[in-house]
T-cell receptor, first 112, second 113 residues
């Protein structure tokens, strides 16, 4: 079946630190991969996506590369800001498009 | 930028009552979804909807749940007889297809008392 496993949180970093949130997946076929972000009290916002192997999604300084050989889609940012504090969800959607499979979410807190 | 709109943002209801959660997807989207997130827990799939019918549903989506697209714009989730454990944030999402990002609404927080 399809599933997403992501790094347990919470993660606390100082401003300008480097961020990595690990995400690995299990899927049949060729899924599309996503990172969503949820700010406190808000809904899920698409952060970035990649639809095929070796694609790199990027947005707002975040990036993730679709690695089929390691079935991974790790989220990285070179220099985090306090405003990046949120919960980050890795997700995949399979070829049928019938549902997203979400990871458990990783809470990030950035301190000044 | 187009948005998925959900109403109400917060609803409090008594156990056993029926609730209808409303969503207005983005107008040219074809795929519609409901998800829920119990406080502090993972986002759970409820149901997907395409071409005016359910394409997939989870074990959570039992007989107390139903979805409807009553007109060209709204997409509703009905919970017939609410239970305390239905308290959660319910998210609607819509999309154009599997190679595109899906847009989520800001959610309806349902509190069953």
């Amino acid at each position: 079946g399809n599933s997403v496993t992501q790094m347990e949180g919470p993660v606390t970093l100082s401003e300008e630190a480097f961020l990595t949130i690990n995400c690995t997946y299990t899927a049949t076929g060729y899924p599309s991969l996503f990172w969503y972000v949820q700010y406190p009290g808000e809904g899920l916002q698409l952060l970035l996506k990649a639809t095929k192997a070796d694609d790199k999604g990027s947005n707002k300084g975040f990036e993730a590369t679709y690695r089929k050989e390691t079935t991974s889609f790790h989220l990285e940012k070179g220099s985090v800001q306090v405003s990046d504090s949120a919960v980050y969800f890795c997700a995949l959607i399979d070829n049928t498009g019938n549902q997203f499979y979400f990871g458990t979410g990783t809470s990030l807190t950035v301190i000044p | 930028e187009p948005e998925v709109t959900q109403t109400p943002s917060h609803q409090v209801t008594q156990m056993g009552q029926e609730v209808i959660l409303r969503c207005v997807p983005i107008s040219n989207h074809l795929y519609f979804y409901w998800y829920r997130q119990i406080l502090g827990q993972k986002v759970e799939f409820l149901v997907s909807f395409y071409n005016n019918e359910i394409s997939e549903k989870s074990e959570i989506f039992d007989d107390q749940f139903s979805v409807e697209r009553p007109d060209g714009s709204n997409f509703t989730l009905k919970i017939r007889s609410t239970k305390l454990e239905d308290s959660a944030m319910y998210f609607c999402a819509s999309g154009k297809g599997i190679n595109y990002g899906y847009t989520f609404g800001s959610g309806t927080r349902l509190t069953v008392v």
